[in-house]
């Protein structure tokens, strides 16, 4: 298995970060196989969706509306409402993996492989893609 850590900038704020490329970069001219990607935090996690036309911001406000960045939590460290940020990964996997076909992401038209992250105290996240080969 072949693996490479990226490290992704979220600005400190709610965020959906687009990295199809850089995925699709790391599994040029591999052949067949699975890409699997992870996110080694207990407040990040990885999407599959259409980005650039609402969709993901639609996501961080359907998110908002289901984890409320207020004082409910009991996990309450770091700044205000940052215990929805520890219960996101059981509703936004911090995994996904997809098919590599030829050296090439096998998503769909529109999919987009996507960081997701609520954490605004980690501005500095990593991302591990790891390639099994067919």
């Known amino acids: 298995m072949e693996s490479q850590?990226?490290?992704?900038?979220?600005?400190?704020?709610d965020s959906v970060v687009d990295l199809t490329d850089q995925a699709g970069q790391f599994v040029r001219g591999r052949g067949d196989g699975?890409?699997?990607?992870?996110?080694?935090?207990?407040t990040a996690g990885v999407a599959i969706l259409e980005t650039g036309a609402g969709s993901d911001e639609d996501l961080l406000a359907a998110l908002?509306?289901?984890?409320?960045?207020?004082?409910?939590?009991?996990?309450?460290?770091?700044?205000?409402?940052?215990?929805?940020?520890h219960v996101m990964p059981a509703l936004v996997a911090p995994y996904a993996t997809v098919p590599v076909l030829s050296g090439r992401l096998?998503?769909?038209?529109?999919?987009s492989l996507c960081l997701v992250d609520l954490n605004v105290d980690?501005?500095?996240?990593?991302?591990?893609?790891?390639?099994?080969?067919?």
């Not at 699975?34 to 207990?42: C, K, N, R, W």
């Not at 980690?122 to 067919?134: D, I, K, Q, T």
């Open 5 to 13: 850590l990226l490290t992704v900038s979220t600005g400190g704020r």
């Open 34 to 42: 699975l890409l699997h990607v992870f996110v080694p935090h207990a």
């Open 64 to 85: 908002a509306d289901l984890l409320p960045a207020d004082d409910r939590w009991r996990h309450r460290h770091g700044s205000r409402g940052h215990g929805r940020s």
């Open 106 to 111: 096998a998503l769909g038209t529109w999919q």
């Open 122 to 134: 980690n501005p500095v996240r990593e991302v591990r893609l790891s390639f099994l080969a067919g």
